[in-house]
């Protein structure tokens, strides 16, 4: 299976459109870093003038940590569009390239063909996240140093420098928990069609209605929330609770889980019924 795995990462990172999502972080955090630099030179202030009315702040502020929370927070949403590109091509991808029937009468079985792609997906996903975490987290500390956290979720949460990596850690994982669910959504349209193009816009389709949902206030949608993945993603805001609500963290965990299983399972037998004429 590890020979598998390899086979199929390689494929993937031999593909240019695997590299839009580096390259978009890569460019995009640096220059958000920049801003935040340029801002900081000339005297712009980053705290609200009625909460600095009322409260004294020393020390630095504007550090790596809440550049790398407020950089999460911002392209969390996006992320999951740039994820994809990767799921959307793992299955019809061979299909496109006419190379379906040569897959299967390798002597592999079917359950080693789709669980290998599916988590050479899940890889490269876990990989794009941390990067992420590299180019955030890593580049922000490393020009803008470290200091407390200050968090607005409602209520005032300043974090101390000692009690934030941590926090940062297991977001990052919950990050990957919730990229993997947008992967293996991506990974399940690509098991029905024989085209990339179908599985991508139709993924970013169901994540744009499911997010518009999730944050719209009407009494017809009350009874969907719970049911929307999209829903749980945004968990990894509990971390930064003081204290950390692990029984929600818990419940959001296990539900994106069973999803990740779920559309596994689903492209599982989908495959494993699939009649490949080509």
């Known amino acids: 299976m590890f020979q598998l795995i390899s086979i199929e990462l390689y494929k993937i990172f031999k593909k240019w459109r695997t590299y839009i999502g580096f390259i978009a972080i890569g460019v995009l955090i640096p220059l958000i870093h920049l801003s935040y630099y340029l801002a900081q030179q000339n005297g712009a202030h980053f705290i ?38 990767i799921g ?7 299909a496109t390239a006419g190379t379906y029937r040569m897959l299967v009468i390798r002597p592999i079985s079917r359950f080693q063909i789709i669980t290998s792609k599916f988590l050479a997906g899940i890889i490269t996903t876990i990989s794009l996240v941390l990067w992420l975490a590299i180019m955030s987290l890593g580049l922000g500390t490393l020009f803008f140093g470290t200091g407390v956290l200050f968090v607005l979720k409602g209520n005032i949460i300043i974090l101390a420098s000692n009690d934030v990596l941590w926090r940062f850690f297991w977001a990052y994982c919950f990050s990957f928990l919730s990229m993997s669910v947008v992967v293996s959504l991506a990974f399940l349209f690509s098991s029905l069609v024989e085209n990339a193009i179908g599985p991508i816009v139709a993924t970013m389709a169901v994540i744009i209605v499911f997010m518009i949902i999730s944050v719209i206030d009407v009494d017809i949608f009350a009874s969907i929330k719970p049911y929307l993945f999209t829903n749980y993603m945004s968990g990894w805001l509990s971390f930064f609770d003081d204290p950390v609500d692990i029984t929600q963290i818990t419940k959001d965990t296990l539900i994106l889980g069973g999803h990740l299983i779920g559309f596994y399972l689903m492209s599982l037998i989908l495959f494993l019924r699939k009649d490949i004429l080509s």
Request: proline residues 2%; negative net charge.
């Open 48 to 85: 609200s003038r009625s909460i600095s009315d009322n409260f004294v702040f020393s020390g630095n502020i504007l550090n790596g940590y809440f550049i790398s929370y407020i950089i999460l927070q911002s392209l969390f949403v996006h992320i999951p569009f740039l994820i994809v590109l």
């Open 88 to 94: 959307g091509d793992l299955l019809a991808g061979e």
